[in-house]
């Protein structure tokens, strides 16, 4: 795959003039209706690194809010405030503490019965992010079979010793033998709704919107189930210019063998000094030569 790489760190500030029309619906709103800003990392993770102006229109950014609010508030909360990531609430009012909850599981780490939120400091607990892991987009797999893609939670803490004292806590508490803790809890097709989000977002600030078929577009306004068939891990080598210090890794190319063959797609990374899942995200279908446009525009892409 060929990739380009963008940094946001570098980017911070970099403004998307508006397309005219929602970048998710194409629709130009008919006035008092309007059109708004549209953050393509959302600010909760990556300020204002790109942001188009004028980029949605108000219906589907209420769409969108739904789910991105529940990844950025439950999934990510509590690893946002600990590693003080941008936030629109003022110190002063941003929590102190963090409600977690914990679980009984069996021997094989099955849950059992659940036991209740704990209130905790957040300074006192250890720093964990929860994602999730996939295998590689259903379209790009001919030999995949139904339901061979839901792939699983992926966990990254960096004090287990902490969690297994607040678990073994609770534990003696509540009578229990073995005690977990969930962290950050992920609603898996808000999850990947979100990636769908991001990337198609992130293709349209880098290529426009009429370089490329879309299809996400039925999975980011909720019309569409089935996300796993674009939405995926990404296993290859590290995309160039990948760098651990950065919030976000993201990345655009065009699979230039194999059954994703000419498919426009996004790697997105979170995180990386976490040693966090990359994705892969099948943006489209390229309407257009895409070396030349990438040439044209002076990206460093490989012929
Ligand atoms: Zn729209």
Not at 79 to 103: E, G, L, Y
Not at 138 to 145: E, F, Q, V
Not at 266 to 274: C, G, I, K
Request: include cysteine; charge should be neutral.
């Amino acid at each position: 795959m060929k990739l380009r790489e963008y940094d946001l760190e570098k980017g911070q500030g970099r403004r998307i003039p508006s397309p005219g029309g929602c970048i998710y619906c194409r629709r130009v709103p008919i006035p008092p209706a309007k059109l708004t800003n549209e953050h393509v990392i959302p600010f909760a993770i990556g300020a204002n690194a790109i942001v188009f102006l004028d980029g949605s229109c108000e219906e589907c950014a209420r769409t969108i809010q739904r789910y991105e609010q529940e990844v950025l508030l439950k999934q990510l909360g509590n690893f946002r405030r600990q590693i003080d990531a941008p936030s629109r609430t003022k110190p002063k009012k941003r929590p102190t503490h963090a409600n977690v909850s914990f679980k009984e599981v069996d021997d094989r780490g099955q849950d059992l019965r659940h036991l209740g939120l704990r209130t905790i400091p957040i300074a006192n607990l250890a720093l964990a992010l929860s994602l999730w892991q996939l295998p590689e987009p259903r379209i790009t797999r001919p030999s995949a079979i139904p339901d061979d893609d839901n792939g699983r939670p992926w966990y990254y803490c960096d004090d287990k010793e902490t969690v297994q004292k607040l678990c073994r806590e609770v534990a003696e508490e509540t009578g229990s033998k073995n005690v977990a803790m969930e962290i950050g809890a992920v609603n898996r097709p808000h999850f990947l709704r979100f990636l769908a989000k991001t990337a198609h977002a992130y293709a349209v600030a880098e290529l426009g919107l009429d370089v490329f078929e879309p299809t996400l577009t039925d999975i980011i306004l909720n019309r569409e189930d089935d996300i796993s068939k674009y939405v995926g891990g990404y296993y290859g080598p590290p995309p160039p210019g990948s760098a651990p210090e950065n919030l976000v890794n993201a990345h655009i190319g065009r699979a230039v063998e194999g059954p994703g063959k000419g498919l426009i797609t996004v790697a997105l990374q979170f995180y990386p000094s976490l040693g966090s899942p990359t994705y892969s995200v099948i943006v489209g279908k390229s309407l257009i030569d895409m070396n030349e446009h990438a040439f044209d525009q002076g990206y460093d892409v490989a012929r």
